[in-house]
């Protein structure tokens, strides 16, 4: 039996409570200062207030204040802070946790760099304890899961990165169930970026729904654009990993990634209705409360991209991204659909 | 103004009579010994019985004893027979056809040749008729497009793949619609490869529609699942494109291909029969009268492999591929989820 520390209570780290429970595992989910309603509701009622299935029996719930005693002794700690906490964990929790106390991050997302190419956040937060001469084991779950269906106890099949193949396989061996499959690699940043950029993409082939529904009034049928879309942005995202990564062998963990968050992630939402033709602004006051972490990560691939290349290069290389950089940005323009047709010829 | 003659009154050929049509040419739309019905259906009415919207005004109908008055002056031939008229369309309607006339096939499907590779339909008629000394100018349409949203002008992004960039530029200007978008390739074998190989694998991601069904006894949610058998698709499209193409350039055309075929294919309907459990023989008699296309198209693929690989092999190597095959073999077994897991170390 292995002490596993979750820390932020949104609904990914919390998620990962069932298969660590289940396996037998003490889980210590521990809320950040943003979750205190939430670790309340926990405390007091068993389940998270997302989920409408209550936690296994034995999880420990704690507030931020008792980090410390949360992290003291695990075996590993899992970080499910959403992108927008990457440096509050990395300032106020990374320094708590012990060297050989490997971190497993949920978190998904990354930083565009001055010179036109991206950060992972396992590299950003290795960078920032390096500066403090520590050296943290830090690890990242990438691939298509979304939270309410891995409470559910449905089929997922994701990927573990990190730099150690050890540290991987125990990892695993804590987390893998029946239903939450898992394989692991070391290329980290092939697999952060893939399910970054998926992102952007997500809301692309989202835009035919509601472009769709504008023109024909209903929700049947049109998966001939939908699939145009997914098309795109699985050359794009190709393109996109060859440039960041330097090879795309990622790409079929962004492709199920694309997929799953076409469908079950509020991205989706959004893609909809600014092809329905509302204004990003518009969207946004339509879908009060809905995160805009997929709307960050497009607009920071955007500017590593505009570092590298001219507004006309990327709308060249990458059509479908400059399309839903220019919704996101607040303009208006219909899908180009043209501009997706290319002549290969040997 | 062209003449284009559709060989072929199925619905993918006759969905093509839109934007030929509509584009101000002529068109003149042939049934098969197979299609009377059809044709004496689309001269009655203006409509063909699998639509629901009336063909364009002034397409002209030939039943198969007519071929070669309507073959007579065209500028290019669409094929658009069924994978099983591909021997038919060879021996009685290609050598009518003048060597100068392009031929524009529709019909997707390979063969598998005794040496462990595959033969795609533009390859196998040109090798056909090179042995009566003819060498006909054969190219053929890949990627995501179902008839009846064609028909009812949804976006499509489609690429017509040649040896000729010529003859491509000119079928494109004929065809090309501002709903009908359309790439040009001369990698035939790779786009031929690709949208053939999605047929098993759309079949294999809907398993995971039928298998939750029989789980959770109903239809919402399960998107983890199908993204991780999407995602396995992919992953093994894109190795199976290396073994039989040398490349995987076109992968992104058979991932969009794979999409619209989970969705709008009738594909789907058995694999999610085969996903609840059904036997092959039981669930192809719950869907009297579907297509068996895209059956016989995976047994190929999986007979080409066998002649290269142990059983074993597959397995490991296609494991999604493999599982398909024994279902349709006749077999039952479970989704060998943790077949897909992989460990990659550098």
């Given amino acids: 039996m292995a002490i596993i520390t979750i820390i932020g209570a949104g609904m990914m780290g919390s998620a990962l409570a069932f298969p660590a429970r289940e396996n037998g595992h003490e889980v210590r989910l521990v809320g950040t200062h943003l979750d205190r309603d939430i670790i309340a509701h926990c405390r007091q ?27 003291s002794g695990c075996h590993f700690v899992i970080c499910g802070v959403s992108s927008f906490g990457v440096e509050w964990f990395s300032e106020n929790m990374l320094p708590r946790i012990p060297e050989s106390t490997p971190v497993l991050a949920v978190t998904k997302g990354l930083f565009d760099l001055p010179d036109g190419t991206v950060k992972t956040f396992p590299d950003y937060w290795r960078e920032e304890a390096g500066k403090h001469g520590r050296k943290p084991d830090i690890n990242a779950i990438g691939g298509p899961c979304t939270s309410y269906e891995l409470v559910a106890h449905d089929h997922s099949h994701v990927t573990f990165c990190g730099r150690n193949p050890e540290t991987l396989r125990f990892l695993k061996s804590c987390l893998s169930t029946d239903y939450y499959h898992i394989s692991l690699s070391t290329d980290v940043t092939g697999v952060e970026c893939a399910v970054a950029l998926k992102n952007g993409y997500a809301l692309g082939v989202a835009l035919s729904i509601g472009a769709n529904r504008k023109v024909f009034g209903d929700d049947t049928l049109h998966y001939n654009s939908q699939a145009a879309l997914f098309g ?62 997929s709307l960050v990560i497009s607009k920071r691939v955007y500017a590593a991209l505009r570092r590298r290349f001219a507004e006309e290069e990327i709308a060249a290389r990458f059509p479908l991204l400059a399309h839903v950089s220019k919704l996101i940005a607040g303009e208006q323009a219909p899908i180009p659909w043209d501009a997706f047709t290319s002549e290969k010829f040997n």
């Fill in 45 to 71: 009622t068993g389940s998270h207030p997302k989920f409408d299935r209550p936690f296994p029996d034995g999880v420990k719930f704690y507030d931020v204040e008792d980090a410390d005693s949360a992290i």
């Fill in 232 to 293: 795109q942005s699985v050359e794009e995202m190709r393109r996109l990993l060859r440039l960041f990564c330097g090879n795309d062998a990622a790409l079929s963990v962004g492709a199920g990634d694309l997929y799953v968050t076409v469908y079950g992630g509020r991205t989706r939402l959004v893609g909809i209705l600014l092809g329905e033709g509302l204004t990003i602004d518009e969207a946004l006051e339509r879908l009060q409360g809905v995160t805009l972490e």
